[in-house]
């Protein structure tokens, strides 16, 4: 018997939860719907869910404060939905570790193809080698010797595309497409933080830049010298 995926809403909007909850249902999710803040971080300590669909504005504790906490304990993809269309806030949202961002209104069917992206992406099956480096795409970590680092899941697709494009500079618009395959608009400011996320993880376990930046291009995959290796 297949096990189906199972997604939390995190939102206090009766209406909003109830018509995102239908329409995820109709895909054969399992869905469950949190409206307060306050439950999250114990409901997820005691249950297993593939994707979160996180309202900023909640009663009890905000969705950005949930996602800092979240991702103490958990890489479970988030997607942050919200009425905040400012370019900063969209900003942040990604840099505490969210996966995605919709903003409010939207489609219920755009939601739905946002979610199957994040389940895609979790299943797929891929290991990668980077000179001692080891990417495991199912976990979404990357393994040096006995120590693991974590990514996201948009920090791992951006990972890998660098790393499967050596001694190539992929531009920020290659990247972005690579990250969020809706192929929506975003920021080159985005891009940018998730990167400097990555280098920050890479240097718990290496002090080599695997990431290189080039000015006025974009971003290239570095490889170890043979006589560092």
């Known amino acids: ?18 018509l995102m909850q239908a329409y995820l249902q109709r895909e ?11 439950k999250v971080i114990p409901w997820l300590q005691n249950n297993k869910v593939d994707v979160i669909l996180m309202d900023l504005m909640l009663p009890g504790e905000d969705g950005i404060s949930l996602t800092r906490k979240i991702r103490q304990f958990s890489q479970t993809p988030i997607i942050i939905t ?3 269309v400012s370019e900063i806030d969209r900003l942040l949202g990604l840099q505490i570790g969210a996966d995605d961002y919709v903003c409010k209104p939207y489609s219920p069917r755009e939601l739905v193809a946002r979610v199957k992206v994040q389940l895609r992406r979790l299943t797929t099956d891929n290991v990668g080698y980077i000179n001692g ?3 495991d795409a199912n976990q979404l970590k990357v393994h040096l010797n006995d120590e693991s680092i974590t990514l996201t899941v948009v920090e791992f ?30 920021s080159d400011r985005t891009i940018d933080s ?21 000015y006025g291009l974009g971003y290239q995959f570095i490889d170890i010298p043979e006589e560092h290796k």
């Open 133 to 135: 480096l080891q990417l």
């Open 28 to 38: 054969n999710l399992q869905v469950t719907c949190l409206n307060n803040g306050s």
């Open 82 to 84: 919200t009425a905040k």
């Open 194 to 214: 998730h990167i400097k996320k990555i280098r920050k993880k890479l240097k718990t376990l290496t002090q080599h830049e695997y990431i290189r930046s080039v």
């Open 157 to 186: 697709n951006l990972l890998q595309a660098l790393y499967q494009h050596q001694a190539q500079v992929l531009n920020r618009d290659q990247l972005m497409n690579r990250a969020y395959q809706d192929h929506r608009i975003i």
């Open 1 to 18: 018997m297949t096990t189906l995926a199972h997604i939390l809403i995190i939102e206090d909007e009766p209406h909003l939860a109830e």
